[in-house]
């Protein structure tokens, strides 16, 4: 018998961040290779309530649900898009800055959150505060039960994505991956369903605060979500 509490249970998440010089991220060993790891960490993040709406669209009745865009279903794919509503984007911020209709400028226009100590982040959260920089994933897999990849469909997602040398420098403080029905940059609407490379568009689908980690040009950023559905 389906019980009362079985409706309310959601999806849950860890991330890894890690930052480093050079490099790139193995989704398959889990390791930087050809790079020197700087500083690291792994934190539980929160799913926020539009993840219930998110999920919803993923699993809608449709001819190209669970396909990719030769209508074939294949698993652990490098690019892995689906022609559907799912995950798209990971997305870094600042935390709200002085003047949040100026971009960040360590001199003139910082973060007002406390870099060691920001907010705790809530599950009502829709969007960032001040979205610095959103990417597509590197690479993703399913997990097995193990937490091995396979070579299958399975309820544990991995999602990786690295921010290079010259993308999202400043102190990040927030983080959020987003995602709906894709479209081009020029028709990526906030507030909507429609997602694209344009900040603050999509639906979130989890939310995290950190305490502040400064990126520059001379580093990386990694950032590894592994998900239980």
């Given at each position: ?26 989704i ?18 929160i ?23 030769s ?9 892995g ?59 993703w ?16 997602l ?23 029905t894709?479209?081009?940059?020029s ?8 997602v ?17 980690w400064?990126?520059?040009?001379s ?11």
């Amino acid at each position: 018998m389906i019980q009362k509490d079985d409706y309310n249970k959601k999806p849950t998440g860890t991330l890894k961040m890690i930052m480093h010089k050079g490099g790139t991220y193995n989704i398959e060993t889990g390791k930087i290779e050809n790079g020197k790891i700087i500083t690291q960490k792994e934190i539980k993040n929160i799913i926020v309530t539009l993840a219930s709406n998110f999920l919803a669209m993923r699993m809608a009745p449709g001819s190209k649900a669970g396909q990719t865009s030769s209508g074939t279903y294949i698993p652990g794919i490098t690019d892995g898009e689906y022609n559907s509503s799912g995950l798209k984007y990971l997305a870094v911020g600042t935390g709200p800055l002085t003047d949040n209709t100026k971009p960040y400028n360590k001199d003139t226009n910082r973060p007002k959150w406390d870099l060691l100590n920001p907010p705790t982040e809530t599950v009502t959260q829709t969007h960032l505060n001040n979205e610095v920089f959103r990417k597509k994933f590197t690479d993703w897999k399913f997990l097995d039960t193990a937490g091995n990849l396979s070579s299958i469909a399975t309820n544990v997602l991995l999602l990786s994505t690295t921010f290079l040398e010259n993308e999202a420098n400043a102190p990040l403080m927030e983080l959020g991956l987003f995602g709906g029905t894709n479209v081009n940059s020029s028709n990526g609407e906030p507030g909507n369903n429609n997602v694209s490379d344009t900040k603050d568009t999509g639906l979130m689908f989890n939310y995290k605060t950190f305490a502040a980690w400064t990126k520059d040009a001379s580093s990386r950023i990694t950032i590894i979500y592994k998900i239980t559905f």
